[in-house]
Structure formats: structure tokens, C-alpha cells
């Protein structure tokens, strides 16, 4: 069973000022997350390690360990703080990385300005009085986007407060 260190961690980092870089991680999706080791037979987050090698106890379960300088990648004592959960995602949300409601609409907005398919013709179709083939047809889409717009999977309405609950 492999017990880390203070110097061993910092031996695996790159020094900028305070902070400590982790090299690059990711998870399998590519994605990037908080970096993790192999510590007393666990995986767990190195930060979460640093600060409990730097104060000598356990950190509790309800707690996390949090960067000061908002890097990912950064884990050095000097930037880590520990917060009850709660804490941590207000402060991710402060920081931009939790999805807000305000954020979701405006990233939906952007992607709707891209489509190749202008509301009209959305709305053409999800009105449509033939079958999900004719309407997609005249729309010039595959009959499976006609059939998520139809049934609200694909480009629900905007206005509509419960779209997207049904699916």
C-alpha cells in the first residue's frame, strides 16, 4: 500500500509561483477533472491528499478541498481551502463551471442562431398536418428530426416552461 507525500507530489508537479500543476488529466471522455493518485489503497483527489499531509488529520467526509486560483489542475497547499459541498458549488458557480439556468439559455440560444434550420421551418413542421415523412420532406430534413421535433426531443419551444419534462 503506497502512502504519498508532500515531496513525492511536488516532485510530479510544475512550480508556477504558489501553485503546484498536476500534469494534464482527464477523464476517458476527455473531459478535463481534479487530479487523483492511488493513496492507501484508494483513489482519491490529490488535493484532497495535500491538505490532509499539510494539517495532520483526515479530512471529513462533508468537506472538500478546493483551489483558491481556480486551476483544475493546481494543488498546491498554499491555494487549497477546505469547504463544506455546498460551498463548493456556489463557489463553482460563481467561477462559470456549473451549468446556471442563464447559461443554458444562452448556450441553446447560440446553438438555435447556428441551425441549419431557421425556427419557421421548425415550426412548419411541428404544425404540419401530414405524417412526420411528408412534413420532413418539405422541410428538407431526415424523418427522425422531423419525429424529435415533433415530439419535443429536438428543439422544444423556448417559451414553453414544461418542455422537455415529458421525455
Known amino acids: 500500500m503506497k502512502l504519498e507525500t508532500l515531496d513525492t ?8 509561483g504558489d501553485c503546484w500543476l498536476w500534469p494534464a488529466s482527464s477523464n476517458p471522455h476527455g473531459k478535463p477533472e481534479a487530479p487523483k493518485v492511488r493513496h492507501g489503497g484508494k483513489v482519491v483527489k490529490v488535493r484532497r491528499v495535500v491538505r490532509e499531509l499539510v494539517d495532520g488529520r483526515p ?38 463551471h456549473l451549468n446556471t439556468p442563464a447559461a443554458i439559455a444562452k448556450r441553446t440560444a447560440t446553438r438555435r442562431a447556428a441551425s441549419r434550420f431557421p425556427e419557421e421551418v421548425i415550426e412548419q413542421v ?25 415530439t419535443g426531443q429536438w428543439r422544444a419551444r423556448a417559451n414553453n416552461p414544461f418542455a422537455g419534462l415529458m421525455a
Open 59 to 96: 479530512i471529513p467526509g462533508r468537506l472538500e478541498a478546493v483551489a483558491r486560483c481556480d486551476n483544475l489542475r493546481c494543488v498546491s497547499p498554499q491555494c487549497s481551502i477546505k469547504v463544506s459541498t455546498k460551498r463548493s458549488r456556489q463557489i463553482q458557480i460563481e467561477r462559470g
Open 9 to 16: 507530489i511536488k516532485a510530479r508537479c510544475t512550480l508556477e
Open 126 to 150: 411541428r404544425n404540419s398536418p401530414d405524417s412526420c415523412a411528408k412534413a420532413a420532406a418539405k422541410a428538407g430534413m431526415s424523418k427522425g428530426h422531423a419525429h424529435a421535433v415533433r
